[in-house]
């Protein structure tokens, strides 16, 4: 098994740790984001309170789906990948294998698990954002 800085002596709490890490992380971003919109929605007139009450809604159903939906699998995928004995790669040996792995696939049942949290990544987020910049000032 590889060892890396982060391991701290044991890797099954490294591996635990760097876990629980994403998983919170995952998580709490689009929560902040919900809590500051819902709170100056109240400060705001107009086109700006709409928005920021469906901004607030829409970041706390993406809340709910990290919770429900994309933490667990990754979680699954992490324990699946221990169960079968999958090698941990430090830090190095990550970085390289991110900048040289080349898988192209067109399979549906690679993509599937992805495509929900794809979709309103590369379409929602980016006609929201291209909406804002054209609301009233």
Known sequence: MARNALDGGDSRIHDYDALNYRARNRVAA?????????ISA????????TVAVVGAVCCAGYVAFMVFVDVPMYVRRWRD???????????????????GRRVVTR?????RPEVAWLT????GAVWL???IVHLPR
């Open 30 to 38: 689009p929560h902040a984001a919900s809590a500051a919109t819902a």
């Open 42 to 49: 109240p400060h705001l007139t107009g086109v700006w309170n």
């Open 81 to 99: 990948g221990r169960a079968s004995g999958a090698p941990r790669l430090g830090l190095r040996d990550g970085w390289r294998d991110a900048l």
């Open 107 to 111: 399979d549906w049942a690679t993509w």
């Open 120 to 123: 309103g990544y590369f379409t």
């Open 129 to 131: 954002s291209l909406l």
